[in-house]
C-alpha cells in the first residue's frame, strides 16, 4: 500500500530560496533525501548544540519554508562533526526502517588522507572496540570487553609524508576509522582526538564519506552516490 500511494504523488521540489547552506543536496523524492555535508555540521542536535544541525537544515527546507507543514525528514544514519560526506535521510518511518534494516548491506565507502606511507598497499584492520566515560573509543584486547570491528583500506595514492586511503567499513562502531587507522600507526590528518601531534595548524579532519550505494525503500531502484576528493585533500597530498 505504502509503495503504490509513494508512486502515485507527484514530488515538487521546495524553491531554491530554501535550499539549506553547507549542504549540496544530491538527490531527492518523496521518500529520501541524500546530501553532502561540509566539515563543521552536526548530523543531528547533541547537548552542546541544538540548532545549526543538518537535521534542523533539511526540516526547514522540506517545509518550504511554511512551519505548520506536515512535511518532515528523519535520520537513518551518522557522520561525525568533523568530517563531511554523503548523508540520507528518509521522509517517513517506513522508508527509514527499510533503510536501517538493509544498511549493512549497502556499499559504503570513505576517503582519508594518512600520515605516513602504508607497508602493505591494501588489508583489513581488526580489533575490539570498547567506548569509555568520557566517549573515547579505543580497542582492547579481550572480546567481552568490546564489539568486533573490521576495517578494509586501499591505498590509491602517497606523497613523503601522506597517502591518500579509501576505506570501507565492515562493521559499524562508533569513531571506527579514526581509531584503526591511529592504531596501525597511519592517524587520519587533522584528528584532534587519535591523531599526529604535530596536527595543530590542520584546518579539518581529513575524513570524508565520498560513496555511497543503496537500494530506494519504495522502487527498490539500485543507487550510487559519489562527490568529489574535497580540495583540500589534493592540497595536502600535493605538499
Known sequence: MTNMQSSKKVFKKPPTKYKPRGLEILH?????????????????????????????????????????????????????????GILVFAKSEAAKNFLIENWSNFDRKYIAITHGIFEKPEGTISSY????????????QKSEEGTLSKTTYKVLKSSSKFSLVEIKLRTNHKKQIRVHC???????????????????????????????????????????????????????LSK
Open 28 to 84: 531527492e523524492d518523496l521518500d529520501i533525501i541524500v546530501v553532502n555535508k561540509s566539515n563543521g555540521l552536526l548530523t543531528i542536535a547533541s547537548n552542546k548544540e541544538k540548532e545549526k544541525t543538518v537535521f534542523n537544515l533539511l526540516n526547514d527546507y522540506v517545509k518550504k519554508g511554511n512551519m505548520k507543514s506536515r512535511n518532515r525528514v528523519i535520520a537513518v544514519h551518522r557522520l561525525e562533526r568533523e568530517m563531511s
Open 129 to 140: 572496540l570498547k567506548e569509555n566515560s568520557i566517549f573515547r573509543v579505543y580497542s582492547v
Open 182 to 236: 591511529a592504531d596501525i600507526g597511519h592517524p587520519i590528518v587533522g584528528d584532534k582526538i587519535y591523531g599526529d601531534k604535530s596536527d595543530k595548524g590542520s584546518t579539518r579532519l581529513a575524513l570524508h564519506a565520498n560513496s555511497l550505494s543503496i537500494l530506494h525503500p519504495f522502487s527498490k531502484e539500485k543507487m550510487k552516490f559519489v562527490t568529489p576528493i574535497p580540495l583540500f585533500f589534493k592540497t595536502l
